[in-house]
């Protein structure tokens, strides 16, 4: 079965950077599209940034764009989400989730996204 974990929320303050990971298991890595979605109190979950393991594709939404990075390695399993200039409104619980479809030069198929790690608070304070 594919497990996900994602790890590295915390509090931190308006303009400063974390780090989250997400650990896969149970799937032939390059087969799959990782995504981190967030979700804010009484919201659904929004996909946020997302990387296919075959191609290294990625795609983030505008609101982030140019201030989150998502990066892969292969041999561990492991994918990052490199957070810079957080803002007020980044606080949210991250989950990262994990998709087996596949297709060219995209992976923002959020729909898609059907296995979830446990999500991690990050907490942006002014």
């Known amino acids: 079965d594919v497990q996900l974990q994602a790890s590295g929320g915390g509090l931190v303050q308006d303009g400063g950077s974390l780090r989250l990971s997400c650990a896969a298991s149970?799937?032939?890595?390059?087969?799959?599209?990782i995504a981190w979605f967030r979700q804010y109190p009484g919201k659904k979950r929004e996909g946020v940034t997302c990387?296919?393991?075959?191609?290294?594709?990625?795609h983030s939404i505008v609101d982030v764009r140019g201030r989150f990075t998502v990066s892969k390695d292969n041999a561990k399993k492991m994918v990052y989400l490199q957070m810079n200039r957080l803002k007020l409104e980044d606080t949210a619980v991250y989950y990262c989730?994990?998709?087996?479809?596949?297709?060219?030069?995209?992976?923002?198929?959020?729909?898609?996204?059907?296995?979830w790690g446990q999500g991690t608070q990050v907490t942006v304070q002014g």
């Open positions: 989730a994990a998709s087996s479809a596949f297709s060219w030069g995209t992976c923002q198929h959020w729909h898609t996204y059907d296995t």
């Open positions: 149970g799937l032939i890595f390059e087969d799959y599209s």
């Open positions: 990387i296919s393991l075959n191609d290294g594709y990625t």
